[in-house]
């Protein structure tokens, strides 16, 4: 396939994405809690890190069981975090500093408290009573059949009023549309061009491929590797109740809407087999989501073998038009430095930043942010408070952003509603800006050195064959061919790249030296090859 010029790339290939969760971002009003107002004060720390977008977590009216994915009114505000000035306010300032602003779009389900459920409950003859999911007991009495909710438990609520069980993929709190009724494809569509005629600029589309189930409402069948140490949602395969192929026709039907509005972009939660995951990209006649999250970076052992499959066998699953994608941190997922240790999250740093495809940063890994203590008792996370011994809370990854050694780390005059990371005090954006050899600097250089380069940006990828524990790989664009290699174990490593010329050193996550074969211990490097003159 022909290789584009980078003036023809979207800003989504070209760029990166950084997301917010706005609780725990920065507090303007001193209410603990994270606020628009707030992400607006950090607009210039967002910029200078040099990142291209932000993504947002749900900003909208919600009960907050499961803290905003619980949606009560898709068009509004919670007053938690501001409102329409506020709003208005921080997309103008997003976009003054030649950002853009993405949502979190969450279509799946709703919450209880929705004025389209509170009517959809309130009998069985009302017009909205089909904009949900309803179904009567089984034969002998019990739920309709054995899904799991994703947080454990059936995935089926009784509700004593209409004598009915309603389907709830997550908590009971958030009753699952039905995306097969018109009316509620029409109604979401309203929803989507509410906040594009705002002037958002995309939407990170929250567990897409939830949104059809199959028809008959089939039993899904037991998964034949579960065990007691993994989450009870996943005794099932969930065959049935995810994935259908009806809701490919939706995906582009969402696509073709979005079009509409130019170069917005649609960001798709998708946790599926390579196969399976790239069809959601649709088409070049019938396009779907323009980037599928790729969670494989997350999801995989932080081993250069595994690695190096990993990557090869998704490149080798996306359509000739589909661009990758990689993310190593999000609200959902442990952190990357408490998952493998500081001095391999700068490792991961750079193979995010230099794999080909767009990449998206959760705020506060580019401190290091790594494991975080959370009293029992300050825990909020619904899905650690119904599977408390299976260690998957999320609360760790979601703790108020350190800014500096002030009170509260600068997050809030208020207690936060969760408590900043252990070492706040000396981990925190301040005092990183003054040590050019923080974390924070380092994920700044590398990201300067993307848009420098665009050969890391939009350029091609071709895997090497690396020593035990290091992964090798070149990226090359308009006659530029940087070389990448990073070494993924606790000690040094031989790396021989068998390139003529003279190594320059563009980026190291050690003290920059000459590369003469040898990577020290967690190192990786960025570099450019030259004749010797």
Known sequence: MRMANEGEKPWWERGVIYQIYPRSFQDSNGDGVGDLAGIEARLDYVAALGVDAIWLSPIFPSPMADFGYDVADYCGIDPLFGDFKAFDSLISAVHARGLKLLLDFVPNHTSDQHPWFLESRSARRNPKRDWYIWRDPS????????????????????????????????????????????????????VLRFWLDRGVDGFRIDVLWHIVKHEAFPD???????????????????????????????????????DEYGERVLVGEIFLPNERH?????????????????????ENAWEAER??????????????????????????????????????????????????GTPTLYQGDELGIGEVTIPPERMRDPQHLRQPTLGIGRDRSRTPMPWNTRVNAGFSTAEPWLPPNDDWKKRNVATQLADPGSMLHFYRSLLALRRAHPALSVGSFRML?????????????????????????SEARRCELFQEGVAEVLASTLATRPFDGTLMADEGLVLRYGRET
């Open 307 to 356: 690695l190096r499959e990993v990557i090869a066998d998704y490149e080798a699953s996306l359509p000739d038009f589909g661009w990758p994608n990689w993310v190593l941190g999000s609200h959902d997922a442990p952190r990357i430095a408490a998952r493998i240790g500081e001095a391999q999250a700068r490792v991961a740093a750079m193979l995010l930043l230099t794999l080909r």
């Open 139 to 190: 034969a002998d009495g019990g739920v309709p059949n054995n899904w799991i909710s994703d947080f454990g438990g059936s995935s089926w609520e009784w509700d004593e009023a209409t004598g009915q069980y309603y389907l709830h993929a997550f908590l009971k709190n958030q009753p699952d549309l039905n995306w097969r009724n018109p009316e509620v494809r029409e109604a979401m569509s309203a």
């Open 220 to 258: 899904n069948p037991l998964n034949p590797d579960w065990t007691p140490k993994i989450t009870e949602r996943d005794r099932l395969l969930q065959i049935f109740s995810t994935d259908q192929p009806e809701a490919h026709a939706i995906s582009a039907q969402i696509r073709d809407l979005v």
């Open 465 to 489: 064959s690396g020593a035990r524990d290091v992964l090798a790989y070149v990226r090359e664009h308009d006659g530029e061919s940087l070389w990448v290699v990073l070494n993924l174990a």
């Open 278 to 298: 790239s069809r959601w990209y649709g088409t070049p006649e019938r396009p779907q989501v323009h980037l599928p999250f790729n969670f494989q970076l997350i």
